[in-house]
């Protein structure tokens, strides 16, 4: 196996190769035959000669670690703050990561784990993966291709992924890159003839679910990237220019619509009323991503809401300390099987996928791991972040005697 990474390797980098081909056979080098991995032993698995202490090829990864500090090596100081940032001492960004060590799995044996199944259906779709990415906004500011490049990763893995309002790819180009239909993040702006365009414009393209979000509403105060942003000796106003319509003038998703009234991205003042409106023009699945208490959980299901995604922004909402997947349970037992329930902030490793849903969630969203691979090695990188998570997560499926999701509940985790 190791040899055929190499060869595949050394195509890659040959000048004949065309360039689409050689990102898709960078990112092949990444794979592995993950039922052999899982069964076996290989010290000669993960071993290629490294120079320094940072990662050169996306075959060096040992986990989604490995790629953060190439990223920030290869961004400007005020673009991988915004990426790193949480809000005021990024608390709620640490708790995300902390709260997994809360919980333990717990292993069963003389179960047959040979073949397994990690495919999930929702609303009618079926995923290879309960992995899927989440929203990430500006994603050019961490790689050229942005959003097509993860869309094509996407493709190649077979995973979903959401598409934020501000992102730097259209919905049609995304789609056009994955081969198949995405979801569409939604900030609605506190003009609704902005939201019906962005709703209309994301459904007529194919998008199966409108996502608002609906944490966003109080600012936030990210002392990450400002003090990042001190060391970049850019001029950032050469990109930044100041009020809403210069700010999205480079974000395809607004592309000619009339911003001119638009005050705030983010829907300042909804409420409940605002979701119901919402739920009368769009006509596929309406979710909510930013749920965090039963209290709200029920609230979304006498507004017809189809889906919540558990969330607090990866940490970059509010300093509230408390972690998605802490607050997971309670969201899980209010719509009591009714709808499905995502969850995302912190997750990184396959066993933070097992834990979430043994917790009872659907499927969980990964956003900094895949654009740190983005950052670092584009296209093949973030195939890479996605080959470690399912390979991890496969490993503690067989260790938990699981041969498929359904398998996982309760029963795989225990609390401290």
């Known amino acids: 196996m190791v040899s055929r990474r190499k060869f595949i390797e050394y195509i890659s980098a040959s000048p004949v190769i065309a360039p689409g081909v050689a990102s898709t056979l960078a990112g092949l080098s990444a794979l592995g035959t993950t039922e052999a991995l899982a069964q076996s032993y290989d010290v000669l698995r993960q071993a290629p000669t490294m120079n320094g202490d940072l990662i050169s090829t996306p075959a060096q990864a040992l986990n989604v670690f490995d790629f953060e500090p190439v990223a920030k090596k290869e961004l400007p100081p005020a673009h991988y703050g915004y990426l790193a940032s949480g809000v005021d001492a990024d608390k709620t960004l640490k708790a995300n990561r902390d709260a997994f060590d809360k919980i333990k799995i717990r292993a069963r044996r003389l179960i047959d784990v040979r073949k397994i199944d990690t495919s999930v259906k929702i609303f009618g779709e079926t995923w290879a993966s309960p992995i899927a990415l989440a929203p990430v906004s500006s994603v050019g500011a961490f790689h050229p291709e942005a959003e097509a490049a993860a869309a094509r990763a996407c493709k190649v893995k077979g995973h979903q992924m959401i598409l934020s309002t501000v992102g730097s790819t259209s919905i049609e180009e995304v789609i056009k890159e994955r081969g198949a239909p995405v979801w569409y993040m939604l900030y609605p702006t506190d003009d609704w003839a ?223």
């Open 194 to 416: 902005v939201t019906e365009a962005l709703v209309l414009r994301a459904e007529k393209a194919g998008a199966p679910a409108i996502v608002l979000t609906v944490d966003r509403q109080g600012g936030r105060n990210t002392e990450t990237l400002f003090r990042e942003r001190r060391g970049d000796t850019r001029t950032c106003t050469d990109c930044h220019a100041g009020g809403f319509k210069n700010e999205v003038s480079r974000k395809p998703m607004f592309d000619d619509i009339d911003v001119s009234k638009v005050t705030n991205l983010y829907g300042t003042g909804m409420t409940w009323d605002y979701v119901k409106r919402l739920r009368g023009i769009v006509k596929g699945k309406l979710v909510l991503k930013g749920i965090v208490t039963h209290e709200d959980a029920k609230q979304c299901l006498d507004y017809g809401v189809d889906a919540i995604i558990v969330s607090n922004h990866g940490g970059r909402a509010e300093e509230s300390l408390e972690a998605t997947i802490d607050a997971l349970p309670e969201v899980v037992k209010a719509v009591n099987g009714k709808i499905p329930v995502l969850v995302d902030g912190g997750f990184r490793r396959g066993t933070d996928v097992i834990k979430a849903l043994a917790s009872g969630a659907t499927a969980i969203c990964i956003g900094r791991p895949y654009v740190w691979g983005l950052a670092a090695f584009g296209q093949p990188g973030v195939e890479m972040v996605l080959t470690l998570m399912q390979r991890e997560f496969e490993t503690i499926m067989r260790q938990v005697g699981a041969t498929k999701l359904s398998e996982i509940n309760g029963n795989s985790i225990s609390r401290v």
